[in-house]
């Protein structure tokens, strides 16, 4: 996964925060669950660019879907979908 930590602003750090239940801290150097911080993770940066986008939305995402959003593929999915 393609994240640059330094780039989420305070609001979506706490939104991931209490997605996962897990500091940023944890999340960034340990193993965490993948499908919480995933779907996190997306929702946060999909809400970016949709500010409709609802985190419920997430859970229709493949995981190569929701990997590519993450990483910034070529092959961006449109969540809206």
Sequence with gaps: ???NWDDLNLEEIETI?????EMID???TTKVPKG????ALV???T???NPAFTYA???KLTLDASLDLVSGG???ADPKD
């Design 47 to 49: 809400k970016r660019t």
């Design 74 to 76: 070529e092959d961006e």
């Design 1 to 3: 996964m393609n994240v």
């Design 43 to 45: 929702y946060v940066m």
């Design 36 to 39: 919480k911080m995933l779907r």
């Design 57 to 59: 939305e997430t859970a």
């Design 26 to 28: 944890k999340i960034m």
């Design 17 to 21: 925060e209490e997605l996962t239940g």
